[in-house]
């Protein structure tokens, strides 16, 4: 009789889910009544990207203004504003290998000497108004230099509320003590 | 004629009586409301209503006023009779099913010695009432949620009265009182525990018949937007869904009168005793409808002709046997 067999499965079934059911009922609740109460998970919050600053200098970020956060974002939302700071003539940099017989040092086609061109940036401008929170930026980042905030109370009026200068946040952050994005 | 001669009047007594239910079945649906929603809230392990009162308590009324100031809207090509026929229709009768339920013996707003026959036809309908209101609607939804509200209340009327008899059978009456004060001699003397597989095939029934989930096929919504009252704005939904939760309290009061001693039990008074077996079997209802998924519409006709008719059936027939040979 496998339809008797098959029937009283079913029907052990049902209790089975009642019983499931049941238990859940008197479970504690894993809603947050969420004015009265505040919110404790916010560790994986990913809100708009912030700098992150130096180990050694809390005042300057890492950004070592390689652009590539501006090539890799999707909605065209980060503008890089930066300043020469200086060229170097650096030991450690391998010089370009051309054919010897080809190019003749100290000719105009031969490469640029070996150094480094150091850059920093002027701003940082982050237009959170078409900003889709894809966090390509935060992955391209070579040297980690991009984050995201943890600012759940964020509101505006108006859109230039949400266009923000990330540099002089950082800055801010600095003079309040203590670094929350990181 | 006196003031004692008024009051004790039938006629006093049934304009008494009616007053009384209409309060009660208004409060009740306000109340089930919330239940329900509390109870699939703690069931997903969320609040539910939390913030309109102490508990949400309020959150119904609140609903209730919003639908009552929503505009009535009658769609186009819509019968306009039939349309606003079917809410009327659906809660007019709820009223008068109230009227023989014994809550004590003291408590009954009408005695009538067949009660149980005015309750299962003026339930009945409710039927009526959805296939007017989805006909009426000229809507492809609603015209297929009534059609399948009239298969599955024909289908399922059936083992309802089987289950029903059974209990006629046993103690020869069909009037209500005389069966809850047959019951009224303690635990044991429930009818519960002389027809167990009639209580069974009774509740599923009366599932079914007041379209509760995992029955509640004319209103499937994720088939049939809302099946019979797609097309129906503020109080003509708010009417309907006043008729559903009246009707369980109707079934599962009926259940409580023929099953369960009806208001027999220790300490408490009598009509407590019937409103806690009232609101124990509805929040099973509700533990039912946040449990289990809805069926299939073949299953729900296989379930009620292969299994609980054969069984309500055999039932039936083993009882007429045994009180046969008692005799």
Known sequence: MPGLANTVKGLWSLIVGLGVTGVEFFRPQLTVHYPRKEVDNLATYRGHIDLVARDDDPLTPRCIVCRKCVAACPSGCIAIESRLVGVEPSGDARELSLAPGLIVTGSHAAPPPRQKIRREVASFNLNYNLCSLCGLCVQTCPVDSLAFSREVYLCGSSRADFEFELLERLRRRAAAGGQRAA | ?327
């Open chain 2, 1 to 327: 004629m006196t003031l004692t001669e008024i009051i004790n009047h039938p006629l006093t007594r049934l304009v008494l009586g009616l007053v009384l239910i209409l309060v009660f079945v208004g409060v009740n649906g306000l109340i089930l409301v919330w239940m329900e929603r509390k109870v699939v809230g703690f069931i997903q392990r969320r609040p539910g209503p939390y913030e309109v009162g102490p508990h949400g308590i309020l959150q119904s009324l609140v609903d209730g006023v919003k639908l009552i100031a929503k505009q009535l809207v009658t769609p186009r090509g819509a019968d306009r009779f039939l349309f606003w026929l079917g809410p009327m229709l659906s809660v007019t009768p709820v009223v008068i099913c109230f009227l023989p339920i014994p809550f004590s013996p003291a408590l009954t707003a009408m005695d009538v010695n067949l009660g149980l026959l005015l309750i299962l036809a003026f339930s009945s309908v409710n039927v009526l009432a959805l296939c007017a209101a989805g006909w009426g609607s000229n809507n492809k939804y609603a015209l297929i949620g009534a059609a399948r509200a009239v298969s599955q209340s024909v289908a399922y009327e059936i083992p309802l009265l089987l289950s029903v008899l059974c209990i006629a059978f046993q103690t020869g009456s069909l009037s209500l009182s005389a069966i809850a004060q047959g019951q009224s001699q303690g635990v044991l003397s429930w009818n519960l525990w002389v027809q167990p597989l009639a209580f069974v095939i009774f509740f599923i029934s009366a599932t079914a018949e007041t379209n509760r989930a995992p029955f509640d096929l004319p209103e499937a919504e994720s088939e049939l937007t809302a099946g019979f009252h797609t097309e129906y704005s503020g109080m003509g939904f708010g009417l309907f869904f006043l008729a559903e939760y009246t009707y369980m309290i109707v079934v599962c009061s009926v259940a409580t009168a023929l099953f369960l001693g009806a208001h027999d039990g220790p300490f408490l008074p009598g009509p407590w005793w019937f409103v806690l077996k009232v609101y124990a079997l509805i929040l099973a209802l509700m533990w039912f409808r946040w449990t289990f998924p809805r069926v299939r519409f073949d299953q729900l006709l296989n379930l009620c002709w292969k299994w609980l008719i054969p069984l309500g059936l055999v039932n039936l027939l083993a009882t007429a046997l045994v009180l046969k040979l008692v005799e």
